[in-house]
């Protein structure tokens, strides 16, 4: 069977300020996958070159689209086999199914058959609705409008059905839930039957279950509310435990499992009672980059907000897995190492100092503050949470490794209003930091770079918005640069400052 929902590229980061009461200013942040598409590309590039090449090689065995449509419903059988078969055609192909009345037909055969109870035929056009969507939004809101997301609904809750039907029912509502369509919370009252079939033995129904979880529990608190009082964090975990790790149902239960966590404690706690953690820190060793890397987002989903989680982490051993991942060649496995790392950082002073152990884990940090933009707002953000603590020896990590200061204050002309005021924050506890302390030798790297006129570049600038937070502190940290060109600037470069 192919995939019944393969985890795509992740949105921004939803961040949660402040955190912990021993923060200082340390920042959490969790994020979520989005939602689990059923379509996605779940090979590499080498694999993609690949793809190309089926694909031009099937175009000699292409059925006539529209003789096969014009045959429904008693040919959606074929209709469904047709979209299986030809699952990594382009979209156009897809559109030519869509355009010739393949979708209709199909929700019209769904309709049908769910009206008779004709199970062979409402898996088949399950499947079809399924596998014809391929990520097509049109499609999918033709679906929705054809009252498809209603009759799967009823399918996936009809206990007369196999467990195998009501799996590919799972797996179209999982597509659905990709719709251009704001009721995706229709979806919410099918949790607990969807949960069940985690525990059925027929490995389509589990696959199709999981990936509708995926969604389910991505959003709004209300659906991961649900999801968790249906139960699913048992049996998501065990699927975890005990499932393939190659597969796409493991790396689908480990999507959900990274949603419920982000940014609901409840859901989290739930999570890490089930021994997440300590399977984590396993599984993230695991040679398998787009499995680890939904470990890993689970792992700094589950550690924001909670100095224990954060504790545990580090007694398991994580941060060298962590920091071997943030030096992969990978950019996806980059971005989830640097965000566990940062909010480790965000935790107390013990926290702090256990990644600061890491040999040039600052350097390291440095080194990815670079595109693309969540790399780079992941790796100043971890700077931000080390520049911000209360332990004046670990800012001076910052301040002393060769090139920080100066690459945080390019961070100022990204073009990114999140991370220039992260790096501005660095910035001014920098600075700060070293006046306070009265060490004219701690001021050097500042002084020897043109800190002063980057900042003031920067604000010169017209931005748009979102940079009142960068602004203000740039505002602030031109001020305290001013200061310490007085108190510490040597006379041959003091024409510089002033």
């Not at 004046?392 to 301040?399: D, G, S």
């Not at 979102?466 to 740039?474: L, M, P, Q």
């Amino acid at each position: 069977m192919a995939t019944a929902g393969g985890v795509s590229a992740l949105p921004e980061p939803e961040h949660v300020e402040g955190g912990d009461v021993m923060q200082s200013n340390g920042e959490d942040f969790s994020d979520e996958p989005e939602l689990s598409d059923p379509e996605a590309d779940d090979d590499d590039d080498d694999d993609d070159e690949e793809e190309d090449d089926e694909d031009e090689d099937d175009e000699g065995d292409s059925v006539d689209v529209v003789s096969l449509v014009a045959g429904l419903p008693d040919t959606i059988e074929a209709l469904a086999d047709e979209t299986e078969r030809h699952w990594q055609r382009t979209e156009s192909h897809h559109a030519e199914l869509i355009d010739a009345g393949g979708m209709d037909g199909a929700c019209m055969t769904l309709r049908s058959a769910c009206a008779r109870k004709d199970e062979c035929n409402v898996a088949r056009a399950a499947r079809a609705i399924r596998f014809m969507s391929r990520g097509f939004r049109p499609a999918l809101d033709d679906a929705v409008a054809l009252g498809a997301r209603e009759l799967l609904l009823e399918t996936v809750a009809n206990v007369i059905y196999s467990h195998n039907t009501r799996g590919w029912a799972a797996a179209a509502l999982t597509a659905l839930m990709w719709s251009s369509s704001d009721d995706k919370d229709a979806v919410i009252p099918a949790t607990r039957v969807i949960t069940q079939l985690l525990d059925s033995d027929d490995p389509v129904a589990v696959e199709g279950a999981s990936g509708a979880l995926v969604n389910l529990s991505n959003g709004t608190p209300e659906r991961k509310n649900a999801v968790l009082s249906a139960g699913a964090v048992v049996p998501l975990m065990r699927l975890l435990r005990d499932g393939d790790p190659h597969s796409s149902t493991v790396e689908q239960a480990s999507a959900a499992i990274r949603n419920l966590a982000a940014g609901n404690e409840n859901c989290a706690r739930a999570v890490a009672d089930e021994g997440a953690l300590d399977l984590f820190a396993t599984m993230m060793e695991l040679p398998i980059p787009k499995l680890v890397q939904q470990v890993a987002g689970a792992t700094l989903n589950l550690i924001a907000g909670s100095v224990s989680r954060k504790r545990q982490c580090i007694e398991l051993n994580m941060l060298p897995t962590a920091v071997r991942l943030v030096s992969h060649n990978t950019v996806e496995l980059r971005i989830e190492g640097l965000g566990v790392l940062r909010n480790i950082l965000a935790g107390p002073v013990d926290c702090e100092a256990a990644v600061l152990a890491v040999d040039n884990i600052v350097d390291l940090l440095v080194r990815n503050l670079a595109p693309p933009e969540k790399q780079l707002e992941r790796a100043v953000g971890a700077l931000r949470n080390i520049c911000t603590s209360t332990n004046r020896a670990h800012v001076l990590h910052v301040i002393e490794a060769e090139g920080a200061v100066a690459a945080l204050a390019t961070v100022l002309h990204v073009g990114d209003p999140s991370a220039a005021g992260h790096a501005a924050c660095c910035l001014e506890h920098v600075v700060s930091t070293c006046l306070e302390a009265g060490d004219p030798e701690a001021l050097l790297p500042l002084l020897e770079n043109d800190i002063h006129g980057e900042v003031t570049v920067f604000l010169d600038a017209d931005h748009g918005t979102g940079y009142s937070d960068a602004r203000a502190r740039c505002g602030r940290l031109l001020l305290l640069l001013e200061t310490i060109s007085d108190q510490a600037m040597p006379p041959k470069s003091a024409s510089k400052w002033c």
